[in-house]
């Protein structure tokens, strides 16, 4: 989903190229994520409109994302995510949304409800993810990935800013984590990604996802997975590497989304919406005129 030409999603590209299994690759190696704000009185203007883009994409065969709503961190924000397997996938993608919008309701019709969605909003981003499964932890398999992300409900991710000249060091502190994490039988999957367009710097997302807020009780700590010596280095390093963080927790909306059909079978209940209907207004019947009225006038 691009409203923005329509929309793509964020650091500077790595000058080390990253070498990814072939098999890995089939998950996609980006996540092209938009993110908005929008304005409290739009709220509603804001999801109606949402809801007709993605009943769009899905009637027309537009283009895929999942969409998230917020439910700890800033107000009235919304993210929007699909799977890139490369950067040329992105155009045929956005020629697809425009397409799908333009099927449902004509050229003129679709930049109208792309202004009104601009309207709507106090701010956006939008910023290209690179996949590090180098870092990531008890990452799916391509076989079961889809299903991990359908079955899922909500995510928490954590923006992780790293200081400039200290890449290196927060990739190796990540390694050790994701080693110690796999050997911990009760530790749940830990995406990461690195933003490679439309950010500031350096900055890694820590994404976990669970089939509802209570999969986030009784996790095992940081200190838990890496035992006293291995937390004290682990505190001391990112003190250092770490310019700041910044943790949200999300909900899936599928209403606003349209999931590639891999993650909408796993969860068909979940991920098919009832389709957008447009009422037509009921007309007005004639006044009655009172008993009285009617009884002079014959």
């Known amino acids: 989903m691009r409203p923005r030409a329509f929309w793509a999603l964020t650091l500077v590209v790595c000058l080390i190229p990253l070498i990814v299994p072939v098999a890995v690759q089939a998950q996609g190696d980006y996540l092209d994520v938009y993110v908005v704000h929008v304005k409290p009185e739009k709220v509603a203007d804001f999801e109606a409109l949402a809801r007709k883009i993605a009943d769009a994409n899905r009637r027309n ?69 690179r996949r590090r499964w180098d870092l990531s932890r008890k990452a799916p398999d391509p076989a079961s990935y889809a299903k991990f ?22 990739e190796d502190l990540m390694k050790e984590l994701k080693a110690a994490g796999e050997q911990n039988p009760n530790a749940h999957p830990l995406l990461v990604s690195q933003v490679i367009e439309g950010g500031r710097g350096t900055t890694f ?46 909900r899936f909306s599928a209403e606003f989304s349209n999931p590639p059909q891999e993650i909408l079978a796993a969860a068909p209940d979940f991920w098919n919406p009832k389709p957008v209907v447009a009422h037509k207004a009921k007309p007005t019947p004639p006044p009655v005129q009172p008993a009285a009225e009617k009884t002079k006038e014959q």
């Not at 924000?77 to 449902?104: C, G, H, P, V």
């Not at 991710?157 to 927060?170: C, K, L, Q, W």
């Not at 682990?234 to 590497?241: D, L, N, P, R, Y």
């Open 205 to 250: 997302y820590l994404t976990a996802l669970r089939t509802g807020l209570g999969g986030f009780d009784n996790n095992p700590t940081t200190k838990e997975i890496l035992g006293e010596e291995g937390y004290k280095k682990f505190q001391h390093v990112s003190a250092e590497i770490v310019e700041s963080t910044q943790s949200a927790i999300f």
């Open 149 to 170: 992300v359908g079955e899922s409900r909500v995510l928490r991710t954590t923006a992780v800013h790293v200081r400039p000249g200290h890449v290196t060091e927060f």
């Open 61 to 129: 065969n537009g283009d895929h994302w999942m969409a998230l709503e917020t439910v700890y961190g800033e107000g009235e924000t919304y993210s929007f995510i699909s799977n890139r397997q490369d950067y040329a996938e992105i155009d045929k993608a956005s020629d697809a949304f425009m397409a799908a919008l333009n099927k449902a309701f004509g050229s003129d019709s679709s930049q109208k409800m792309l202004h009104e969605w601009e309207s709507c909003l106090s701010d956006s981003r939008t910023e290209l993810r």
